[in-house]
């Protein structure tokens, strides 16, 4: 057994880290409380081969693999959780499910230029009705010769105001269920394509996500990925995937968190002494660093075994549930040490407990995690 | 034994329900989001009898029992928790004189409250005197018959809005901690008093906390509370009295959530069935409604033994402590019931987290509740 991080990965690691003290942190506070996309901060992310890290070169990415992924995004989530989804979404759920089930044709289109960090994509799975059971898709897709007509509404798409581009599911076939789904790549100035207004949300302020209408529109067949019919493996596998970046932005934001909280406990005063000499205050921080050193561990095993080609549809459920739940608890308590300090928009911590609240919910809620997990127990 | 509430108690419960219902609930959220102070809503609140729940009747308030204030407060909070601050507030300024203040001063302050629609703010915290209290800096230098005041007071329930305020300083060294400290009421209109900075905060938005700063503010024997260096004990006797109230913050809060998360889960549909019938969805109710039920219970015994003068510093502390730690994980929970959409300001659920989180806060964090009732537990056991 062997837990070391190879040259490449602790040098984009470090790259990362110190893009993020410098070009997020100083601003993060600023843009969450303007809800402004940091676009310019995005593009130079992108400059560092974040648009696709685990993609080849040949396709337009960095080339590295998904532990360097996981590395890159707790990196920059710590400096900013809004950039770490933004660029997790345009990896895992755009780039990798046209990298795994893209044609050459589509790979050229659609890989490069976002890979390359050229254009930004997003992922449009989630209905009003199919949240946390994605099966009950509703948008239809019918065939008319070598088209699809698709109409249907899709919401809280993160990217989805600022992208170029969607990886989208639908119903071509409602008599067969979860076999009924399949999946398209579109850009999003094909007429049809219609945004609504950004939402506003508890968190993650500087990320955009909205609903997405389809009225009418027209997509050719060679945009379709893989068969009809495999979209929701697409989907779930895709996912596999995403839950390691969200797992990852978890654990960056719990860092930041944790950080923070450290560095005040030894500050602040009270009964004569830092509150870093209380038990009670140094009880809460040694739970806090174990929890994320698990999380941590959690999730770059999930990553090492993806990079392997090993099915890890488990271990990517319990690295994004253990994570996003033991960010949540990190984030409270760091808030708590703080005190009315904590509570005030003055202080990093109050976004930082706003931020990780969005972990339990999105690419699958704890309990669909605990679900899938649960499932493949007792297969 | 009995549990059951009085007519009157009833009666004070349905006037609070009905005044949350049509005035509170139709306007928390916008108030939230600009943070914008209920002015109206209190005044209106002020009219039909819902603010200066204790002051006793002598002073033209409504001399109600804790435990009648907390059923009160526990309707209001229910609508928003920030306006249920804000009508604490007052109660929370004029304790220190229903304890420790003489006739006068009784008479003066504590009946303006009552006479018009007016704000009153309790000044204790300060930048570096938060948990611990007995760090404060204001100081008081006396002066011959006269006090002279100097400090700054930080997140200060309704200071921007107050027409005068109790305020705890320090007469002599600050290493004397807690002997020295002396409470005065000190009217808004005295020279030298000024409003600081607003908090931009988390929750409880509609809330105004603001700093308050005292420049060589002269003041008399007779805005004196209390004697000189009694203000540490008039400040704990406060909180033992006001910390119930919170408790029935963290009641309102939960029972609003517990309400919004079974209309919910009754409606939401996944895998072909209302996520009602999951039992992931039913563990996490029951737990709501236990969490509610034992905070009520907490709260009330601890309302209940202020009323028979049996005061005990650790009922208020449990009420408070479990009350504000169970609001935070049943308001949580709730945003994880309502997913994607308790994400977003379209429901009522994320307010619900972004408030509980200052019941673990103010008048003494979670922390300070765990000093008081070890502190109490350890000294029983001697």
Redesign the interface.
């Known amino acids: 057994m062997q837990i070391e991080l190879t040259e490449e990965q602790r040098l984009l690691r470090d790259t990362c880290r110190e893009f993020a003290e410098k070009e997020l942190r100083p601003n993060a506070k600023r843009w969450d409380r303007e809800h402004r996309f940091p676009a310019e901060a995005v593009g130079k992310a992108f400059e560092l081969g974040l648009g696709g890290v685990a993609v080849p070169s040949e396709w337009g990415g960095a080339g590295m693999d998904t532990v360097a992924y996981a590395l890159a995004i707790e990196e920059i989530s710590r400096g900013c959780a809004s950039v770490g989804v933004t660029l997790s979404v345009n990896n895992s759920l755009f780039c990798d499910p046209v990298f795994k089930y893209g044609n050459d044709q589509q790979k050229e289109r659609w890989l490069k230029p976002f890979a390359r960090g050229e254009k930004i994509g997003c992922f449009g799975l989630t209905e009003p009705q199919a949240g946390s059971d994605a099966a009950e898709q509703r948008t239809t897709a019918v065939r008319k010769g070598d088209r699809y007509l698709v109409n249907g509404t899709k919401n809280w798409i993160t990217n989805g105001p600022v992208a170029n581009a969607i990886v989208m599911f639908t119903m071509t076939d409602l008599s067969k269920g979860t076999k009924g789904i399949t999946a398209f790549v579109v850009d999003t100035d094909t007429p049809g394509f219609v945004r609504q207004k950004t939402d506003e949300k508890l968190g993650i302020c500087a990320s955009p996500s909205c609903t997405i209408f389809f009225d009418n529109l027209e997509v050719p067949a060679w945009q379709r990925l893989g068969a009809e019919g495999d979209g929701f493996k697409i989907a779930m596998s895709t996912l596999d995937g995403g839950r390691i970046g969200i797992a990852a932005q978890a654990i960056g934001i719990g860092r930041a968190a944790f950080e923070e909280a450290r560095d005040y406990a030894k500050l602040r005063k009270t009964f004569d002494v830092p509150i870093a000499q209380h038990q009670a205050i140094q009880f809460m921080l040694a739970d806090m660093a174990t929890e994320l050193e698990a999380a941590r561990l959690l999730t770059l095993r999930a990553a090492a075994m993806k990079d392997q080609g090993l099915r890890h549809t488990r271990e990517s459920a319990m690295a994004k549930l253990y994570a996003s739940e033991a960010a949540n608890r990190v984030a409270d308590k760091a808030l708590q040490i703080h005190g009315g300090m904590g509570y005030s928009k003055e202080m990093d911590v109050e976004r930082h407990f706003r931020d990780a609240r969005i972990t339990e919910i999105y690419e699958g809620t704890s309990e669909i995690q605990r679900l899938v997990i649960s499932n493949a127990l007792l297969k | 034994m009995d549990f059951a509430l009085t007519d009157e108690q009833q009666r004070l419960v349905e006037t609070a329900r009905k005044f949350t219902k049509e005035k509170i609930i139709p306007v928390a959220q916008r108030l939230d989001e600009h943070g914008t102070f209920p002015k109206e809503i209190c005044e209106q609140a002020w009219e039909i009898g819902l603010m200066n729940a204790e002051i006793p009747q002598e002073y033209g308030g409504l001399g109600l029992s804790t435990l009648d204030h907390v059923l009160m407060a526990e309707e209001i909070n229910y609508g928003c928790a920030g306006i249920g601050t804000t009508l604490l507030g007052n109660n929370l300024a004029a304790m220190p004189l229903i304890l420790a203040g003489t006739e006068d001063q009784k008479k003066k302050f504590c009946g303006s409250l009552t006479e018009a629609p007016i704000f009153a703010a309790y000044a204790c915290?300060e930048p570096?005197a938060?948990?611990?209290v007995?760090?404060m800096r204001t100081a008081v230098r006396k002066v011959g018959q006269e006090y002279v005041m100097t400090g700054q007071k930080?997140?200060i329930t309704n200071a921007r809005f107050a027409s005068w305020y109790t305020v705890f300083g320090r007469i002599g060294d600050v290493r004397d901690r807690h002997k020295g400290i002396t409470c005065f009421v000190v009217p808004r209109d005295l020279p030298g008093v000024s409003v600081g900075k607003k908090?931009?905060?988390?929750?409880q938005r509609a809330s105004d906390t603001s700093d308050v700063l005292f420049e060589e503010v002269k003041l008399g024997k007779e805005h004196l509370v209390g004697e000189e260096g009694q203000g540490f004990k008039i400040a704990m006797k406060t909180f033992d009295r006001s910390r119930p109230w919170i408790a029935a913050g963290a009641c309102g809060i939960m029972r609003r959530a517990l309400d919004e998360c079974r209309r919910y889960a009754l409606e939401r549909?996944?895998?072909?069935q209302a996520i009602a019938q999951?039992q992931?969805?039913q563990f996490m109710l029951a737990e709501m409604a236990m969490k509610y039920e034992a905070t009520r219970l907490l709260m009330w015994k601890a309302s209940w033994s202020i009323g028979q003068g049996k005061l005990d510093a650790i009922e208020s502390s449990y009420a408070k402590a479990f009350g504000a730690d169970s609001a935070?994980a049943v308001a949580?929970d709730a945003?994880?019931i309502f997913?994607?959409y308790?994400?977003?300001?379209?429901y009522p659920v994320?307010k619900l987290?972004?408030d509980a989180?200052?019941l673990?806060?103010?008048e003494g964090?979670?922390?300070i509740q765990?000093m008081v009732i070890a502190r109490n537990l350890l000294a029983q056991g001697q």
């Open positions: 915290s570096d938060g948990s611990d007995a760090g930080r997140w908090e931009d905060k988390l929750g549909k996944a895998f072909g999951f992931a969805i935070m949580t945003v994880q997913g994607g308790g994400y977003t300001k379209e994320e987290m972004r989180k200052l673990q806060i103010y964090t979670s922390q765990r």
